[in-house]
């Protein structure tokens, strides 16, 4: 069964950083590429970043571009998104997320971890 | 303001049919990239329903189905049940903005 679990979400002052995990399971994790998705309390999904299945590749979008940074650890199964330089507007849920390569879809979701940025 | 717009809420009574609407633009649904829809309760994880505009992944019913035409998509629920509340999110790859896009969300409530 295919698992994806975030954590390390929490309360951080703005300008503060703050490093999420995810960690998969169920599959061959260095063969997929992976994604970032936050919703914003009362807001709808927002794709945050993207990276290819070798790392080589990561992409943006712009609201975090220059703060975040997407990595991943293929021995340990794991997706990262170290968040820096953070603001009142990243409070959020951060969900980790698998994508296909044939539709590119999003197939699986993790349940999410909160990030609270205030002071 | 999402670059793919959907309309903020939608109803109807079990057993009803309901659509959702997705309009996009010729850098996203009209470039040709497939329309995906997720439902999603808030706090729990986002579910895949429908992908590449109409398929379905293995284990949703066949009550949820997809279309798309030129720049816009829609979801289709046929015999709505109370366990369809929920929010519903489209979603496809934009070329000019190098990432994916999502709808602002629809929520469907079941009267």
């Known amino acids: 069964e295919v698992q994806l679990v975030e954590s390390g979400g929490g309360l951080v002052q703005p300008g503060g950083s703050l490093r999420l995990s995810c960690a998969a399971s169920?599959?061959?994790?260095?063969?997929?590429?992976m994604n970032w998705v936050r919703q914003a309390p009362g807001k709808g999904l927002e794709w945050i970043s993207y990276?290819?299945?070798?790392?080589?590749?990561?992409y943006y979008a712009d609201s975090v571009k220059g703060r975040f940074t997407i990595s991943r650890d293929d021995a340990k199964n794991s997706l990262y998104l170290q968040m820096n330089s953070l603001r009142a507007e990243d409070t959020a849920f951060y969900y980790c997320?698998?994508?296909?390569?044939?539709?590119?879809?999003?197939?699986?979701w993790g349940q999410g971890t909160l990030v609270t940025v205030s002071s | 303001q999402s670059v793919l717009t959907q309309p903020p809420s939608v109803s109807g009574a079990p057993g009803q049919r309901v659509t959702i609407s997705c309009t996009g633009s010729?850098?996203?649904?009209?470039?040709?990239?497939?329309v995906h829809w997720y439902q999603h309760l808030p706090g729990t994880a986002p579910k895949l329903l429908i992908y590449?505009?109409?398929k379905r992944p293995s284990g949703v019913p066949d009550r949820f189905s997809g279309s798309k035409s030129g720049t816009s998509a829609s979801l289709a629920i046929t015999g709505l049940q109370a366990e369809d509340e929920a929010d519903y999110y489209c979603?496809?790859?934009?070329?000019?903005?190098?990432?994916?896009?999502f709808g602002g969300g629809t929520k469907l409530t079941v009267l």
């Open positions: 997320a698998r994508v296909t390569v044939t539709d590119l879809e999003f197939d699986y």
């Open positions: 169920g599959f061959i994790f260095s063969r997929y590429e």
């Open positions: 990276i290819s299945s070798s790392g080589s590749t990561t």
């Open positions: 010729s850098s996203n649904i009209g470039a040709g990239y497939g």
């Open positions: 590449g505009n109409t």
């Open positions: 979603q496809s790859y934009d070329n000019r903005l190098s990432g994916w896009v």
